[in-house]
């Protein structure tokens, strides 16, 4: 059995005195708080530093938006809804959320724990090192993490390999709750952020788009490619069984050349059982369980997060 990769020696810093007790200013500015800035990612939204929290002497992680979408209202609302849902949901497998504030042009910013470590997509490239049972332990504590959301009321709709973080010491953590879906208190929800057609000639090499696909499209549950008013929480399942599928087969269900193909698909082939693709033993119980998830029709699937870790703590070797 292959352990998670870890991260160099001098990732985690050592506590010193002089960072422990070292006075506060009388008068704070809130604009000279973080500093020492290093780029982690950009992507198609937002960018994600790590930068030195000088109130705390901790380094954290500092996300904002895009320069050129900094001032646009939707995804201003986006943002603001991933950073006040990741603080909501407080669990062990989610990132722990530290500040949300604006920055000295009156962009939004949010702060949250610097966790270092590897996707799960970045795994996924070297499967052969890894056992199935630390794969399914992964799957298993986002299938905490969810069921968690779920009894809060609060939908992922981006369930994907990228946005699963395993770190050095066992950690599994959900990222990204930008696509989230809430309700009002009396059940109605604006989803004007969501209205978004999914493109039908563009490569699938380019899965996320920034404009006009929200979401993953090849983890996406047949409802969500349709714009369901009535999605639930088993489009989660059904994107984590996509994930599931593909730790046991190799691939994803659904594939294809450009967005269209892929779509009709997900929304009208059968997939193949993974054990049809795979020279790997395939534990039946891993099998079934991963095709409920994946059923097209939303009320054969599995009825919940709680119900498929059950199924993947059993004795399945």
Request: charged fraction near 25%; proline fraction near 6%.
């Given at each position: ?79 603001l809804r991933e950073a006040r ?180 698909q997900i929304l009208n082939e ?48």
């Amino acid at each position: 059995m292959t352990s998670f990769p870890e991260p160099p020696s001098d990732t985690y810093g050592i506590v010193y005195l002089e960072n422990t007790d070292r006075e506060l200013p009388i008068k704070l500015d809130q604009n000279m708080r973080y500093a020492y800035f290093k780029t982690i990612a950009r992507g198609g939204k937002a960018i994600v530093m790590s930068c030195k929290d000088l109130h705390l002497s901790r380094t954290v992680c500092y996300k904002k938006l895009r320069p050129e979408i900094a001032h646009d209202p939707i995804e201003q609302q986006r943002f603001l809804r991933e950073a006040r849902v990741s603080a909501l949901l407080q669990h062990p497998n989610t990132v722990p959320m530290y500040e949300l504030g604006r920055d000295a042009k009156a962009q939004y910013y949010f702060t949250m724990k610097l966790v270092h470590g590897y996707t799960l997509r970045e795994i996924l490239d070297y499967r052969e090192r890894y056992d199935l049972k630390q794969l399914i332990n992964v799957i298993i504590q986002v299938g905490y993490a969810l069921e968690y959301a779920h009894s809060h009321r609060v939908i992922h709709r981006d369930i994907k390999p990228e946005n699963i973080l395993v770190g050095p010491f066992g950690e599994v953590l959900l990222l990204d709750w930008g696509l989230a879906k809430v309700w009002n208190p009396d059940g109605s929800s604006n989803e004007e952020t969501d209205n978004s057609e999914i493109p039908s000639k563009n490569k699938v090499s380019s899965i996320t788009d920034s404009e006009k696909l929200q979401g993953t499209l090849a983890y996406m549950s047949p409802e969500q490619i349709l714009r369901d008013p009535d999605i639930d929480f088993r489009a989660d399942i059904f994107s984590l069984g996509v994930v599931l599928y593909e730790i046991l087969a190799g691939q994803a269900p659904a594939r294809g050349e450009t967005v269209e193909e892929v779509k009709m698909q997900i929304l009208n082939e059968s997939p193949q059982k993974p054990s049809f693709l795979t020279n790997i033993h395939v534990p039946h119980l891993l099998e079934t369980t991963t095709m409920k998830c994946i059923e097209k029709v939303v009320d054969k699937r599995l009825n919940s997060c709680a119900e498929l870790v059950r199924f993947l703590e059993e004795d399945w070797s």
